[in-house]
């Protein structure tokens, strides 16, 4: 046998020792990202193809074997995703978390005319209206002005469109949304025994009131959230 020969199969278990070391690293990663809990690393860690640049006398039986390790992949990429679908219904809202979502949203409109002056109307963002909410998600909801008429505010010198008191309207659309919410919205919310005021946040750079719906849905509201 000459020299060559003998290092054919010299190579070809220096490469699979090669494939072994990468493969077992790579699920020690996985084990680690996922902290062992998916039973299905071992069933996803399938052997690369064989490589097109070393074929040698046993190069058939290898493709043969790796083709048929990626059909039998088949089976634990559908279990993966039976799984991955089972975790999403879990936390997928129940009807009755959609009920109550929209029952709050009625609440909320129908106390609208009584924040007076101007037209007003209620808007959802975030999960709830990116549709991504999962169960035990909170609401943000935002009132909104349908006019662009901003009364002054009570004792004002004037408008928010007088020239001469431009510094004054730039406090007045500052504090305006913190107004709101404390004079006009937390009275109404008080009135309403569905609601709860949990939290007040007025001065921050959004300011809004945390509160609580039929004691199980927590509500974060704004004013003019743009």
């Known amino acids: 046998m000459s020299g060559n020969e003998e290092e054919v199969p010299s ?3 220096q490469g699979k020792r090669s494939g072994r070391v990468a493969r077992n690293r790579r699920r ?11 039973d299905l690393l071992n069933a996803l860690m399938m052997p690369a193809a064989p490589s097109r640049r070393r074929r040698g006398r046993g190069d058939k039986a290898a493709w043969s074997q790796w083709s048929a390790s990626s059909m039998a992949g088949s089976e634990p990429l559908q279990l993966l995703d039976n799984d991955l679908r089972a975790r999403l219904a879990e936390v997928e809202p129940s009807e009755e978390d959609k009920q109550c979502i929209r029952e709050c949203i009625k609440e909320l409109e129908a106390a609208l005319p009584s924040l007076g002056p101007g037209g ?6 975030g999960s709830v209206a990116s549709g991504f909410v999962v169960r035990d ?5 935002t009132c909104l002005r349908t006019s662009s008429e901003r009364p002054a505010i009570e004792g004002g010198s004037g408008g928010v469109e007088d020239d001469a008191d431009e510094g004054s309207a730039d406090c007045e ?7 709101i919410l404390r004079e006009r919205w937390q ?6 025994p569905r609601f709860a005021v949990t939290e007040e946040v007025l001065f921050a750079k959004v300011p809004i009131l945390k509160i609580q719906f039929d004691q199980r849905l927590d509500v974060d509201l704004s004013c003019e959230n743009t």
């Open 11 to 13: 190579a070809q278990k």
């Open 28 to 38: 020690q990663q996985l084990q680690q990202m996922y902290g062992g809990g998916l």
């Open 120 to 125: 007003w109307e209620i808007a959802t963002f």
């Open 137 to 141: 998600s909170d609401v943000d909801v």
């Open 173 to 179: 659309r500052t504090e305006e949304p913190e107004r």
């Open 187 to 192: 009275p109404l919310l008080a009135a309403n």
